[in-house]
């Protein structure tokens, strides 16, 4: 059944009646552009760049560990085995730092004042820094090398950090919730990151692993290892990996 408009012309013409119907779809063509674009923009990464990105195993929601045995058996610990982490528990860990639970309204694993979302989360590994995209449970690298030794000497001089496996650093850039609250954002933005600390601890604990809460270092010297952008602040780091004798 043909279903063309009365209104319009077909074939098409020059006249400009006939003209109006592309120029509505031209309009439609370039809403759909920025709406594309504005969930590229929403990833941080150019198109390009998503290829650039590695995707994580996908996160377990179900495991044999409870909250209760997490809460009872989680001690600090600051010696840790060389022994790399897998892609899996490494994805776990992020993930319950800031993974996205909510696809439709992109709420995460920890809670967040008006869903401002200020944290940025990092794996620091022996391989290099790299930024957690939640959107896309994926990692994009910011830095290569290994600078464990360096974020420990910028972390009052602990030493032992370089033997940590992993470093889960959280981030944040204060803005996207003082805008909307004001001074007393920058509160919330601490609280923020506590909440998501405290999931890494206790799904530490429950992948068979161990951690520490560092929060003794010097911001400006952090940054720079990490290479964060401008705007972002350091709040916590999390050594994690396996318990050595």
Request: with cysteine; glycine share 8%; hydrophobic share 40%.
């Given at each position: 059944?043909?279903?063309w ?7 098409p ?7 109006e119907?592309?120029?509505i ?7 759909a552009?920025?709406r ?11 198109p ?8 994580l ?41 800031q ?10 694993t ?11 989360t990092?794996?620091v ?9 939640p ?5 994009a ?15 009052l ?5 370089r033997?940590?496996?992993?470093i ?12 909307r609250?004001?001074?007393?954002g ?28 560092v ?22 780091l999390?050594p994690?990996g396996?318990?050595?004798?």
């Open positions: 059944m043909n279903t408009p009365r209104s319009a012309c077909y074939p013409a020059t006249s400009r009646k006939c003209r119907p592309r120029r779809g031209a309009w439609l063509g370039l809403i552009g920025l594309v674009a504005a969930v590229v923009a929403s990833t941080n990464l150019p390009e760049g998503k290829s650039m990105s590695k995707v195993p996908p996160p377990q929601t179900k495991g044999t560990v409870s909250v209760e045995e997490s809460l009872a058996r989680r001690r600090s610990v600051r010696k840790f085995r060389a022994d790399a982490l897998t892609a899996e528990q490494i994805g776990q860990l992020l993930w319950a730092a993974g996205v639970t909510e696809p439709q309204r992109g709420l995460r920890a809670p967040s004042a008006g869903a401002t979302f200020p944290l940025e990092y794996a590994t022996s391989e290099g820094v790299f930024r957690y995209q959107q896309l449970h994926a990692l690298e910011i830095r290569r090398g290994d600078v464990r030794a360096d974020l420990g000497r910028a972390a001089e602990q030493a032992w950090m033997t940590a496996p992993l889960v650093v959280l981030a944040a850039v204060p803005e996207r919730t003082t805008r609250y004001g001074t007393r920058t509160m919330y933005v601490h609280m923020e990151a506590g909440h998501a600390a405290q999931n890494v601890h206790l799904q530490a604990v429950a992948l068979g692993l161990d951690s520490v809460p929060g003794a270092f010097r911001d400006a010297e952090v940054a720079e290892v990490l290479g964060l952008p401008k705007g972002q602040v350091p709040l916590y999390v994690v396996r318990a050595a004798p």
